[in-house]
């Protein structure tokens, strides 16, 4: 036997046995860390970013949730306005936190699922930036029309467009945005074809209609005042089952138009990379908040309804909506950069 190769495959044998057990040790280390810091989470401030100005819905939920933590996890938790550019100011701020679980996101599901197909040349992965926490709340859509236009139903609605292709007017909070997206769903699924005319919010779309500028259009549960009021009409609501938010309005399949569902979903993500421990955790406290019944009274009256889950069911329905989201997005050739 070769001495040199003999005394080389001994101490490449003494290395790896000595190696190994610090490979171990390291592992274990890691992971008893990692078990210690979700135990202990937060041991300092917690910040919620919001992608939009103070004053709005999706700020009114993040202070209503971060009161609560708050007092819970005995830490300041910290709401962070970063308002601009369709909420990818916000996600490029939040993909490139340490992935710590000390910086959240509070997001809309959908405009998480179209922003990779709306945007090009984006600072970060619209996808694979965040982590999936919880879900927080679900409201609807409301399909609205101008008084006089004669429809009573989705259904009817279909068929004035189908018989006036191109005549019938919508407003919309803007191209690309969940109003906008429905309202096309509905247009392709019964074959019709709308004129859209977008605005910078809903408020402005809503005034249109109030004016009879626009025939009629998808808008959140802020216009059921003026359905109150008589001063527009109500035809459906795009949630899966009717809502105490919206009393007495139909869904979309009651009204005739099956198929059609698209809730206004509000979730929390984080940075991606962050300990599945310390998601859990975190998914643990905030289901805990949301069936709190002073926070739920809270959201309700602020037009939320609150429906927790677990991660992985919010990441499933991430990528469900991604797919079904980013198929309509092309269809319509919508691209904002």
């Known amino acids: 036997m070769n001495p040199i190769l003999s005394v080389r495959t001994l101490l490449a044998g003494n290395t790896l046995r000595s190696v190994l057990p610090a490979m171990l ?5 890691a992971v008893v860390s990692t078990l210690l810091q979700a135990q202990s989470y937060p041991l300092r401030p917690v910040k919620i970013v919001v992608p939009f100005p103070p004053g709005g819905s999706s700020d009114a939920v993040a202070r209503v949730l971060g009161e609560r ?16 550019a369709g909420t990818t100011i916000a996600g490029a701020y939040v993909a490139a936190a340490a992935a710590d679980g000390y910086t959240l996101f509070l997001q809309g599901v959908a405009t998480y699922a179209t922003t990779g197909s709306l945007y090009r040349n ?12 919880s879900m927080l709340s ?79 259009l998808v808008a959140d549960v802020a ?4 359905v109150r009021a008589g001063k527009l009409k109500a035809l459906a609501v795009s949630t899966a089952r009717q809502t105490t938010l919206a009393a007495g309005i139909p869904t979309m399949a009651e009204s005739g138009l099956p198929g059609l569902v698209m809730p206004s ?39 939320f309804e609150p429906s927790g889950s677990t991660p992985e069911e919010l990441a499933s329905l991430l990528t469900e909506e991604v797919r079904r989201l980013s198929a309509v997005i092309r269809e319509v050739g919508v691209k904002l950069d």
């Open 69 to 84: 933590l708050s007092e819970e996890w005995k830490q300041p938790v910290l709401i962070e306005n970063r308002p601009g």
């Open 223 to 226: 216009v059921m005042p003026q």
């Open 122 to 133: 984006l600072a970060f992965d619209p996808l694979k930036g965040f982590a999936p926490v």
């Open 138 to 216: 679900i409201s609807p859509f409301i399909l609205v029309t101008r008084n006089g236009l004669g429809v009573n139903s989705a259904k009817e609605l279909a068929e004035l467009a189908r018989s006036k292709p191109g005549a019938l007017s919508y407003g919309s909070s803007g191209s690309g945005g969940s109003p906008h997206l429905f309202t096309e769903m509905m247009a392709r699924s019964t074959g019709t074809r709308f004129l859209h005319v977008p605005f910078k919010g809903l408020a402005p779309a809503v005034m249109a209609a109030l004016s009879g500028d626009v025939d009629f």
């Open 25 to 29: 040790l390291a592992s274990v280390l």
């Open 265 to 303: 979903a509000i979730a929390m993500l984080t940075t991606a990379g962050t300990p599945r421990e310390v998601i859990s955790a975190i998914n643990a406290q905030i289901n805990r908040v949301l069936a709190n019944n002073d926070v739920r009274q809270k959201l309700i009256a602020q037009g």
